[in-house]
């Protein structure tokens, strides 16, 4: 019989080839092509359960082979949360069974169109999406200001893509419908002229557009294309106007949402413009002068349930009784109207002290009824795509369908039929109009896979929609489906919980070790948040603190690993054998890399998914199985070598001697390396631990040629305790073992 460390020493040195070995018997080839083919065919865990086969091999490969008849234990271990600490798996010592279920997929997220992240990052991006279009205005003002002074001919306005839709824009005009050549024989006009173009086919708005340019009939200027009263016309009326693009007015007429910028044009207006009125009806025909009212004392919906009228306003404003009816009574105070309209004393409707008060409300109010429209749009988007059914919401997102579904359409609610629906709340969220994206093309869009390099999504080249697509969960069917992480949720719990033993398994009971804990909690905290957020492998790779934890996680010390390092050995390919990871990177990387779903050019791929099991939880139990398999072979020849494979394989993930204590494999191969006597077993556990402590390093399981040695160190001596004997020319070739 071959002595243990012989045999040890021959796997070792190239553990491929006896792997490979292995993989070549027939029976363990049909097994594992069985296995590969149909796997991700099982429909539920019962279903898995029932297959013989599938489930027999699963077991072996996780060394469960012995615990193969006990299927209502191993259901209750495949259907646990690992992301819960109370769940069964979670709660078991033995740690292969959270193994054995972080494998699969039977406890994988339900189907969600949209995850609570995803809507939060939605929502933000819809909140801010008002600032940023005010702060585009801004942009667009000051381009403006400083160009059109530059126009020397009609040509050099619409020929400039900017300056065209600033000034379409002000007056209200459609750019996607208005051709240049119009909009050039509007401009060269004569606005006295009956029968020229824009008196003829221009209307209202072109009329307006025309009068504040100065154009000649040959497209020339007389020193400038605008007088300074027409350009700040023109960019007074365009920061007014770009308050009411942000909610459409179709579905808010009544609702605008006012600029910093339209507030102080508003201020300076209504100063300017106040001390002009002479009775109460010249204020009310104004209804930029009454807008201004209703917003500085709180006189719109939010207060009343529909805008106050006219009618309504100037009662409050001559009529003492029915403005303290109407709990307006600061209103009318703020005014010098006699009952019949006329104004009350020299001052004309207020004093300059008056004045200023109201405007100090309206620069306080002047956007309170559209942050109040904004926070009914955002609740109803909550409540319509909420998991939760009301009585109102009675159907869930489950596809796409449904999303695109109108508010009138999508639940029994009433009061919600004039908001936004939830398809264009996204489209705003994602500085998208649907003239860009119709309901045909989102419908198309969100069953298309966005992370394809050459799908659907990835068509368009518009960073913008692809964000859109990513922001929801939809399968190419149409049906709600989970979101696509860079981890599994299985995937970061078992990573958290190995980087707390990693961080803490040198450490004795006591304060330190406490806020260690504490410490490596936060880091989990962090990690699990975060790692929902991360989009790419540039996404991981520049947060250390991501970085650190999976590398310490497996007992690899982050310092060794620079980012270009890492990135050499996320892009490698795993199934080519010269690849840096498979050449140059630790082994455990491999694993790793499996792990994350990454293509080969740093970004999230679907490719690796699968229903039951995803690919590297497949390969990964199938080199598993052939481990298991190389080890009971050998066991058969010399039980010296079994135990010396099974402590090689089981060193890196061991944190605790107490691991050592509670596993006899393990317990053997470290008494037997250091002659410890049989005896020891029958001490107190905690005697035991000290006793290892003199010879075992946890440290040192992590060192593959550490481990090495210490497992040579076993064979020979279970070897002198077995009287194995060798033959010299077996001795000669294998070095002498």
Do not use: C, W
Request: overall charge negative; aromatic content about 10%; proline content about 3%.
């Amino acid at each position: 019989m071959i002595s243990a460390s012989v045999a040890y020493a021959i796997i070792s040195r190239d553990p491929k080839t006896s792997l490979d070995r292995i993989a070549s018997q027939a029976t363990v080839k049909r097994d594992a092509d069985y296995y590969a083919e149909n796997i991700n065919k099982v429909k539920d865990v019962d279903d898995f359960l029932g297959n013989y086969k599938l489930y027999s091999y699963a077991m072996k490969a996780y060394g469960l082979d012995d615990m193969t008849y006990a299927r209502a234990f191993m259901k209750k271990v495949l259907e646990s949360d690992l992301t819960d600490p109370d769940s069964f798996a979670n709660k078991l010592s033995d740690q292969r069974y959270k193994q054995f279920a972080a494998a699969f997929n039977f406890n994988a997220p339900k189907p969600d169109a949209q995850t609570d992240a995803q809507e939060d990052d939605l929502i933000d991006r819809y909140n801010a999406s008002f600032t940023d279009q005010e702060k585009q205005a801004i942009k667009d003002t000051d381009y403006y200001s400083a160009t059109i002074a530059e126009v020397q001919t009609v040509d050099d306005l619409v020929n400039d893509t900017r300056l065209r839709t600033y000034v379409l824009k002000t007056f209200g005009i459609d750019a996607t419908y208005a051709s240049k050549e119009f909009l050039r024989d509007v401009l060269t006009s004569d606005l006295n002229d009956p029968n020229s173009v824009v008196n003829l086919q221009g209307g209202e708005k072109y009329q307006a557009l025309a009068l504040q340019f100065s154009f000649n009939a040959d497209g020339t200027v007389n020193g400038s294309a605008q007088t300074a009263t027409q350009k700040n016309t023109v960019m007074e009326q365009y920061n007014l106007n770009s308050s009411t693009v942000i909610i459409d007015n179709e579905i808010f007429p009544d609702i605008v949402y006012t600029t910093k910028a339209a507030a102080d044009y508003n201020k300076t207006y209504y100063e300017s413009k106040i001390k002009t009125i002479t009775n109460v009806d010249s204020l009310i025909a104004d209804e930029r002068l009454t807008d201004y009212i209703k917003a500085a004392y709180s006189l719109g919906p939010s207060s009343f349930g529909t805008d106050l009228s006219d009618t309504a306003l100037k009662q409050i404003l001559v009529d003492p009784a029915y403005a303290n009816m109407m709990d307006a009574t600061a209103v009318h105070q703020a005014f010098s109207f006699e009952a019949d309209g006329s104004v009350l004393g020299p001052d004309g409707p207020q004093s300059d002290s008056l004045i200023q008060a109201t405007s100090v409300n309206y620069m306080a109010r002047y956007d309170d009824e559209a942050k109040a429209a904004i926070e009914e749009i955002v609740a109803n988007y909550k409540t319509r795509m909420s998991d939760t059914r009301t009585m109102d919401n009675f159907s869930d997102i489950d596809s796409i369908n449904d999303f695109l579904k109108t508010n009138k359409t999508g639940d029994l609610d009433k009061t919600n039929d004039d908001l936004p629906d939830l398809y264009q709340v996204a489209l705003q969220a994602y500085g998208l109009t649907q003239e860009e994206v119709s309901k045909s093309v989102m419908r198309k869009l969100l069953a298309s896979d966005p992370y394809d390099p050459a799908g659907y999504v990835a068509s368009f080249k518009d960073d913008r929609v692809t964000q859109l697509a990513r922001a929801f969960n939809f399968d190419g069917e149409g049906n709600a489906s989970i979101q696509l992480q860079a981890l599994s949720p299985a995937a970061m719990a078992k990573y958290a919980t190995n980087y707390k033993s990693h961080v803490t398994m040198l450490m004795k009971d006591g304060p330190l070790k406490d806020k260690a804990s504490k410490d490596a909690t936060e880091e989990v905290d962090y990690f699990a948040k975060t790692m929902e957020s991360v989009q790419s492998l540039d996404d991981f790779l520049e947060d250390d603190r991501l970085t650190g934890l999976i590398l310490k996680s497996v007992g690899l010390d982050p310092k060794d690993y620079d980012e270009e390092t890492l990135r050499k050995i996320f892009t490698s390919d795993p199934d080519d054998a010269n690849s840096y990871l498979n050449t140059k990177a630790d082994s455990k990387f491999k694993n790793i890399v499996a792990d994350f779903n990454f293509d080969t050019a740093g970004n999230l791929t679907r490719a690796k998914l699968g229903i039951v099991q995803d690919r590297g939880a497949l390969d990964r139990t199938q080199d598993a199985y052939l481990q298991q398999t190389l080890e009971t072979q050998e066991g058969e020849t010399n039980d010296g070598t079994r135990l010396a494979l099974y402590f090689a394989r089981k060193a890196p993930d061991i944190t605790s001697l107490y691991s050592i204590l509670g596993d006899k494999a393990l317990f053997q191969v470290v008494t037997t390396a250091y002659n410890l006597p049989s005896q020891i077993s029958s001490m107190d556990v905690d005697k035991q631990v000290a006793l290892l402590e003199k010879f075992v390093d946890l440290k040192d399981l992590g060192d593959s040629k550490k481990v090495d040695k210490l497992v040579k160190r076993f064979t020979a001596m279970y070897d002198i305790q077995n009287v194995t004997t060798q033959s010299p020319a077996l001795q000669i070739l294998t070095g002498g073992g």
